[in-house]
């Protein structure tokens, strides 16, 4: 009932405008990624009731996430007018999609072992976070823009104002993949301490939260496309 009821909801603001799902499931992403950090800093201060319980949200608002995306994609097989390529907005959805994906495989990670290591492993750790989570609530406002690009008609002024916020989310995902590099390295020269096993759960998690920043950029990249492409 609660899943048909939220379906409902999504068909609704669905028939105002094409766009407004899509940025509703943007930022079901990005809450997803919001929890996120709350279960790292959790995790990081040893509080693994905090970090169970936080899982358990993300998985939530993940399923909502999928939830979208199905209406999405079974609104855009029938005959409604689009002012972008279908095929577009499905390839820009994949990825966007993978944001509360990989923010969810992330939190269960955390799950499964207790924090091990110096503390200038946790500040590599808050300070990855802390760039993925900008830069994915920087995507955000770059969906955001969607809808005013709808309302001028695609107007030359806005489409480049999307596009410079485009190159704004790819700058800030390569400072995450510099900061992902040096936390690995961090963490392998800490072996001795941590322990193989540890090497191996930290640098998992290092790639994780990597990934989903990766993922905001990518999905950045095929927004560009499909504005391109009109």
Not at 25 to 43: I, M, P, Y
Not at 145 to 167: N, P, Q, Y
Not at 203 to 220: F, P, Q, T, Y
Request: net charge negative; with cysteine.
């Amino acid at each position: 009932m609660i899943k048909k009821e939220y379906i409902r909801s999504v068909l609704n603001i669905f028939a105002t405008s094409p766009f407004k799902p899509l940025v509703l499931h943007a930022n079901k992403g990005g809450d997803c990624v919001r929890k996120l950090n709350e279960s790292l800093s959790a995790f990081c201060a040893g509080d693994m009731e905090t970090v169970e319980a936080l899982n358990r949200e993300i998985d939530v608002i993940e399923h909502e996430a999928d939830v979208i995306k199905q209406t999405i994609r079974s609104e855009l097989s029938s005959s409604i007018m689009l002012p972008v390529h279908a095929n577009d907005l499905l390839n820009f959805l994949k990825p966007q999609d993978s944001i509360s994906d990989d923010s969810q495989e992330v939190a269960f990670w955390l799950t499964v072992r207790k924090f091990e290591g110096p503390d200038e492993v946790k500040e590599g750790f808050r300070e990855l976070m802390d760039k993925t989570l900008a830069t994915v609530e920087m995507y955000e406002t770059l969906v955001s823009s969607l809808g005013e690009l709808l309302e001028t008609s695609f107007s030359k002024r806005d489409v480049e104002d999307t596009l410079e916020l485009v190159v704004k989310v790819e700058e800030m995902e390569h400072q995450v993949d510099v900061i992902e590099k040096e936390l690995v390295r961090l963490v392998f020269s800490n072996e001795d301490n941590i322990g193989p096993l540890g090497v191996y759960h930290l640098a998992r998690l290092v790639r994780g939260i990597g990934d989903i920043a990766d993922k905001a950029e990518h999905s950045a990249d095929r927004l560009r496309t499909m504005v391109l492409r009109r």
